[in-house]
Structure formats: C-alpha cells, structure tokens
C-alpha cells in the first residue's frame, strides 16, 4: 500500500468545491473513527490536548481514503455536556498559546459544507479536566457529518479564518520540509495503521475497494 503521506504535496491546498457526494454509511464513519484512534493509541495517549494532530491525522486519512478534499479549519468551539457548556474561545491573538480548536470541513457544489472531528472521543475527559459534570449520553466516537446536521446541543464551531490560516500554514511548512518533521513521520504512521486496520474491516474494506483505495480481494 502506498503511503498515504504521499497527498503531503497538496495538503493545504483548498481546490474550491467538490462534486456532489454522499457522505458513508454510518457504520463506516463509525469504522474510520475507530480506526484512527487506536492508531493514534500506538503513537500516543490521545486526549483533547493532541485535537490538532488527531485531526490533522484524520484529516491527511479523510483525503486518501474518500478522495474528497477535507481541509483543516481552526477556531472556537462550545460542547453541550448537559449540565454546562464548556469549550475554548478562539482569539487570533493568542494564536501563540496554542489556545484554539482544530477539525475539517470539505465544501460541496450543492452548497453543503461537510465536518469531520475525531476529538469527540475525548470530550467527556476534558469536561471532568474542566470541572463539569457530564449529564447524558456518551459522546460519540466522531463527529462525521453535513455541518447543518450537527446541533447546537451537540457542538457549536466557529471558524477563525486568522488561525486557520496560521494552522494551514505550519501544516504546509511541516510537510514540505526536505527532511520530514517528527510531527508527520507521526501523521504518516497513524494514517497507514488506520488504513491497516480499516483492511481487516469487512465492512470499511469494501467502501476501500469501492472508492479504489485498495485492490478488491
């Protein structure tokens, strides 16, 4: 299999709108989120502390493995835990502390906007790190799904186009470094674990065979 790295060359590139799509079954969004973490479990404890290499991650794994151009959007975001809302407010000036929130999102022609957040995962830790009290469900595994889809009494995001840009940009600088950064030598490994893994999936190896990922078996 090819490494999924790859598609670096292109990462930060925003190509415009993509053809009208369907998004998985839910059962195979389910699949890759899975996937991911306990890829992500080989390199590291995975908590809301890692959400920007989780996503950059995912993101790097949403293009190789859907060919749909998921980009990375940085900013704020406020959960619902049921009790409370907690979250982090984004602020352009202080880019420096690292203090903003990172998912993906992939534009359509048909106007929706797809968003992808494989932190959620880890929601329900950061809210006892934050002292509250999570009242309800479980929060799933990923957030996969058309932006208007996601309510507010899930999340609310909010894009920072000053951090976003700064985020893009790091991203850029990190992959195309002649000699490849820890940080993607991490990306790459967590990518094609989570392709491995997604192999011995029935049910995510025919969407891979499907979307041309891999040879049909």
């Known amino acids: 299999?090819?490494?999924?790295?790859?598609?670096?060359?292109?990462?930060?590139?925003?190509?415009?709108?993509?053809?009208?799509?369907?998004?998985?079954?839910?059962?195979?969004?389910?699949?890759?989120?899975?996937?991911?973490?306990?890829?992500?479990?080989?390199?590291?404890?995975?908590?809301?502390?890692?959400?920007?290499?989780?996503?950059?991650?995912?993101?790097?794994?949403?293009?190789?493995?859907?060919?749909?151009?998921y980009v990375p959007v940085a900013g704020s975001i406020t959960v619902n835990a049921g009790s409370q809302r907690f979250g982090i407010a984004a602020m352009p000036e202080r880019i420096a502390d690292h203090e903003y929130y990172v998912w993906s999102e992939a534009r359509f022609e048909d106007g929706r906007v797809a968003i992808a957040d494989f932190g959620s995962r880890y929601w329900k830790r950061w809210a006892k790190e934050e002292g509250v009290l999570w009242v309800g469900d479980t929060p799933s595994n990923g957030v996969w799904n058309w932006r208007n889809d996601v309510p507010e009494t899930i999340a609310y995001y909010e894009e920072q186009p000053a951090i976003t840009n700064d985020v893009r940009g790091a991203i850029e600088q990190a992959v195309s470094a002649t000699s490849p950064e820890p940080a993607v030598q991490v990306w790459e490994q967590t990518i094609n674990a989570a392709v491995e893994r997604l192999m011995d999936n029935e049910v995510s190896r025919v969407y891979l065979e499907e979307r041309g990922v891999i040879e049909p078996t």
Do not use: K, W
């Open 1 to 69: 299999m090819p490494h999924a790295i790859a598609y670096r060359s292109t990462f930060c590139e925003d190509r415009g709108m993509e053809p009208t799509l369907s998004l998985p079954p839910d059962v195979v969004r389910a699949a890759v989120a899975d996937a991911l973490h306990n890829a992500l479990t080989d390199v590291m404890d995975p908590g809301i502390t890692h959400i920007a290499p989780i996503n950059t991650s995912g993101c790097f794994l949403l293009r190789h493995i859907s060919g749909v151009q």
